[in-house]
Nanobody, 114 residues
Framework: QVQLVESGGGLVQAGGSLRLSCVAS????????MGWYRQAPGKQRELVAG???????NYADSVKDRFTIFRDNAKNTVYLQMNNLKPEDTAVYYC????????WGQGTQVTVSS
């Protein structure tokens, strides 16, 4: 069993930055791919970024060159560094496993004001 707990969300002005953290109970080193999804009001949940155990990453086109996903297996933590935030990035962000058994965190709210 793996539990995921996100933190780091908040209110920020457009152009600002936030770093989200996702701490996993258990050993995420055994989990190959981790990722971040987001869901804005009235919209479907969308994949923002993913990272494999070897460090390979992929991003949604809407966040490329602004967001960076990275992980620290020693700390059982996956991060999402978000720079140059835009109002359209406003959403609840969820940490999840993208391989094997599916686990989800409770989500953290990110609000970007214009």
């Amino acid at each position: 069993q793996v539990q995921l707990v996100e933190s780091g969300g908040g209110l920020v002005q457009a152009g600002g930055s936030l770093r989200l953290s996702c701490v996993a109970s258990g050993r995420i080193s055994s989990i190959d791919i981790m990722g971040w999804y987001r869901q804005a009001p009235g919209k479907q949940r969308e994949l923002v970024a993913g990272i494999s155990s070897t460090g390979s990453t992929n991003y949604a086109d809407s966040v490329k060159d602004r967001f960076t996903i990275f992980r620290d297996n020693a700390k059982n933590t996956v991060y999402l560094q978000m720079n140059n935030l835009k109002p359209e990035d406003t959403a609840v962000y969820y940490c999840t496993t993208l391989s094997g058994v599916s686990y989800w965190g409770q989500g953290t709210q990110v609000t970007v004001s214009s």
